[in-house]
């Protein structure tokens, strides 16, 4: 069983405890994540079968890891999140995603710059929002672009993790938004191989807790440090499978 590999790390069992808190008062969450979940799953499969992988995992534990790998929300998962090159640049965010937040700092940014935001602002629980969505009023239809591309919110910015102020995030799995679905999938396969390499060593975990704490722990990395440090342990731990 690989579970008892992905349990072996504490933090795995906060997660999923998170996740039933976060439920209980957003029940329409689980059956958005189950469709999710159910994308994801096919992509797993297939990039697993093509590296010959496929056997070695039960088809309960990839529903798990998979599932694990949805929910998590962790800085590490928003840090490893960070991956541009996932979009595709459909705009199906622009065109669907509602509130579309704007933080106080933001808001009076705006206001106090030449900045071309002609959209309506309005206050919005604690903060602010455009009050036109599904479409935003800068969401250009014909190509696909923001017209305020480079002033755009960080909601827009941080998409599909969203972020509500500067200290609450979420992930929120779509199964329209190929970013979404790319993440989970990558981090799904991560998940597996360092299950597998768990299983076949007992002592790579060890290994790989002092490589991260080594890599990820100083505080004052900026963001974009870490989003390469991540992603460069991520990429050398799936061994780029797809
Ligand atoms: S501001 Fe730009 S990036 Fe944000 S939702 Fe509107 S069109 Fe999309
Ligand atoms: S973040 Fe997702 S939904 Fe938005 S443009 Fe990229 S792939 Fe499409």
Same mark, same amino acid.
């Given at each position: 069983m690989l579970l008892e590999e992905l349990h072996k790390r504490e933090y795995i069992d906060s997660i999923f405890n998170q996740y039933e808190e976060l439920t209980k008062n957003q029940p329409e969450l689980t059956s958005e994540i189950f469709i999710f979940e159910r994308t994801v799953s096919k992509r797993v499969k297939k990039i697993l079968k093509k590296s010959r992988?496929?056997?070695?995992?039960e088809r309960k534990d990839i529903k798990e890891i998979i599932h694990f790998s949805s929910i998590a929300f962790t800085e590490g998962s928003l840090v490893a999140a960070l991956?541009?090159?996932? =979009?595709?640049?459909?705009g199906w965010c622009c065109e669907n +995603?509602?509130?579309?937040y704007i933080t106080k700092k933001e808001y009076e940014s705006y206001e106090n710059?030449?900045?071309?935001?002609?959209a309506e602002i309005v206050p919005f629980e604690g903060g602010y929002k455009f009050?036109?969505?599904?479409? =935003?009023?800068?969401?250009i239809r014909k190509t696909k672009? +923001?017209?305020i591309y480079n002033e755009r919110p960080t909601v827009c910015r941080a998409f599909p993790i969203l972020i509500k102020d500067e200290n609450e995030y979420q992930f929120r799995p779509n199964q329209f938004c190929k970013y979404a679905v790319e993440f989970v999938v990558q981090k799904a396969i991560t998940e597996i191989t360092t299950c597998l390499k768990i299983r076949e060593d007992p002592d790579f975990l060890k290994n790989l807790e002092n490589l991260i704490e080594k890599q990820i722990p100083v505080k004052e990395d900026n963001l974009e440090d870490r989003v390469k440090k991540w992603n460069k342990i991520a990429d050398d731990l799936d061994g780029k499978l797809d």
């Open positions: 992988l496929l056997n070695d995992v991956r541009l090159d996932y =979009c595709n640049r459909c +995603c509602s509130p579309i710059s030449d900045k071309i935001v002609t009050e036109e969505d599904r479409p =935003c009023e800068h969401f672009k +923001c017209d």
